[in-house]
C-alpha cells in the first residue's frame, strides 16, 4: 500500500459545480496537509495547507482533514473553467523531513 | 522576478549520454529540492539540501548526483542515461528546513531520453 492514495481522476464538471478531491493515507504520524495545485506545463503551487485535524476556508476553497479517518478532502465551490488543473495532495510529519504526494486528480471544468 | 528558475526548460538526449540541470533561486530560502514527475503526474522527492548540506537522499540510482555550490543553488547532474529517466524534474524552495513550509517549485525542465 502506497503511503498517499488519491484517485488520479481525470474528473470532469461543469461550471458552477461543487467538486470533491480527496486522499487517504496510512502514515499516523503526518501532522501537516497540503493541498497543491499544478497547470498544465507549470510548476506546482500551494493552494492549502493544514495543521492536524480540522477545515480551512478560503474562498471557494475548503480543505478537511480526518486524522481519525487518515482521510483529507478539498472541496471547490462554484467551481471555474480556470480551477482546471492537476490537485496534489502532500503531508509529512512533525519533523517536516520529507514531502509525501499523492498522484494527483486532473480536474477540467467546462463553461 | 523569477522566484525559482531551472535551465534548460526541455533536454532531448541520447541513451548513455551525461546531463546536468541547474536550479537557481532568488528568495533567500535556506533549503532546496529535487522532485522527479513521471508521465503520470507522480511527483517524488529525490534530494534536498539546507545551507549546502544533503538533508535528504531518497532511494534513487547514484547516477544521479546533486551539488549545491551555495544555498541558491543546487544543480542535478546525471550520468550514463537511461530511457527510465524520461520526466519532468522540479526544483523547489522553501524557507527554513521543514518541509511543511511552503515549497516554491519552479517551472520544470522536460527530459526526454532517446
Known amino acids: 500500500q502506497k503511503e498517499v492514495e488519491q484517485d488520479p481522476g481525470p474528473l470532469s464538471v461543469p461550471e458552477g459545480a461543487i467538486v470533491s478531491l480527496n486522499c487517504t493515507y496510512s502514515n499516523s504520524a503526518f501532522q501537516y496537509f497540503m493541498w497543491y495545485r499544478q497547470y498544465s506545463r507549470k510548476g506546482p503551487e500551494l493552494l492549502m495547507y493544514?495543521?492536524?485535524?480540522g477545515n480551512k476556508e478560503d474562498g471557494r476553497f475548503t480543505a478537511q482533514v480526518d486524522k481519525s479517518s487518515k482521510y483529507i478532502s478539498l472541496f471547490i465551490r462554484d467551481s471555474q473553467p480556470s480551477d482546471s488543473a492537476t490537485y496534489l495532495c502532500?503531508?509529512?510529519?512533525?519533523?517536516?523531513?520529507?514531502?509525501?504526494f499523492g498522484k494527483g486528480t486532473t480536474l477540467s471544468v467546462s463553461s | 522576478d523569477t522566484a525559482v528558475s531551472q535551465t534548460p526548460k526541455y533536454l532531448v538526449t541520447q541513451m548513455g549520454n551525461d546531463k546536468s540541470i541547474k536550479c537557481e533561486q532568488n528568495l533567500g530560502h535556506d533549503t532546496m529540492y529535487w522532485y522527479k514527475q513521471d508521465s503520470k503526474k507522480f511527483l517524488k522527492i529525490m534530494f534536498s539540501?539546507?545551507?549546502?548540506?544533503?538533508?535528504i537522499n531518497e532511494t534513487v540510482p547514484n547516477r544521479f548526483s546533486p551539488k549545491s555550490p551555495d544555498k541558491a543553488h543546487l544543480n542535478l547532474h546525471i550520468n550514463s542515461l537511461e530511457l527510465g529517466d524520461s520526466a519532468v524534474y522540479f526544483c523547489a524552495s522553501t524557507r527554513g528546513g521543514a518541509s511543511y513550509n511552503e515549497q516554491f517549485f519552479g517551472p520544470g525542465t522536460r527530459l526526454t531520453v532517446l
Open positions: 493544514t495543521y492536524s485535524s
Open positions: 502532500a503531508m509529512t510529519d512533525q519533523a517536516g523531513t520529507a514531502l509525501i
Open positions: 539540501y539546507n545551507n549546502k548540506e544533503l538533508i
